[in-house]
């Protein structure tokens, strides 16, 4: 039997890229890595650009000589709408025995938009960490305490990681659908209407690496 869902099945999680960068050891079941270079007995399952996520139970993955991977952790980006275009383009082969004729370029392009709106700490009214860190891919921050102390950060300039569960809420028995990719948060737009939620928009394409789709058993 065939099933629709709506978007509403779907979550969306951002890491803005400060996770660590790990080279030896083991990786920690059920954490998604972005393997940034893979050592040439690697027992890395994808290659570098992509992200993974270790087994949720029994063995781990031991890194290898060579293997760089930086430890993803993502927060909840609490969507209004959330849509994303694949493509590809292609190459002109033409030749007079094939006039008009193409190939693929095998590159695949990745973009995208969010909507959501402004998250704030229900107990200080600071705004969550996901809100300030989109901010910051813009403009850096500047934190007065209550001692008369400063906090500057500057603009942040590195890539970040989308990860999009397709089907929320899948029990065990049943399979979770997920969307991985690198990103770069071109644009963001505030819409502060004064009988409007506090809106917060923005869109991104694909940054270095690879999107993927990944399934794993639910838990």
């Known amino acids: 039997m065939l099933r629709s869902f709506t978007g509403q099945r779907a979550s969306v999680w951002i890491d803005n890229n400060h996770g660590n960068i790990i080279t030896t050891g083991n990786t920690v079941a059920g954490t998604r890595y972005f393997v940034m270079d893979r050592g040439p007995a690697s027992n890395l ?100 305490t209550g001692a008369g102390s400063y906090t500057y950060t500057a603009k942040d300039d590195n890539h970040a990681y989308l990860l999009v569960q397709m089907n929320e809420g899948a029990t065990a028995g049943q399979t979770e659908n997920w969307l991985y990719a690198p990103i770069i948060i071109t644009s963001t737009s505030v819409s502060l209407g004064n009988t409007d939620a506090q809106g917060l928009e923005l869109s991104f394409t694909l940054g270095y690496g690879i999107p993927i789709t990944f399934t794993v058993p639910a838990a």
């Open 45 to 144: 399952p994808v290659p570098p650009g992509v992200i993974f996520m270790s087994p949720r139970g029994g063995t781990q993955i031991a890194l290898t000589a060579g293997d760089r991977v930086q430890i993803i952790s993502e927060e909840r980006f609490c969507k209004t709408s959330v849509s994303f275009e694949l493509s590809t383009d292609s190459v002109d082969a033409s030749t007079d025995c094939f006039p008009g004729a193409s190939i693929p370029s095998n590159v695949t392009n990745f973009s995208g938009s969010m909507s959501g709106l402004f998250q704030y700490d229900q107990a200080t009214e600071d705004f969550v960490n996901v809100t300030a860190n989109i901010l910051n891919k813009f403009m850096p921050h500047l934190d007065l």
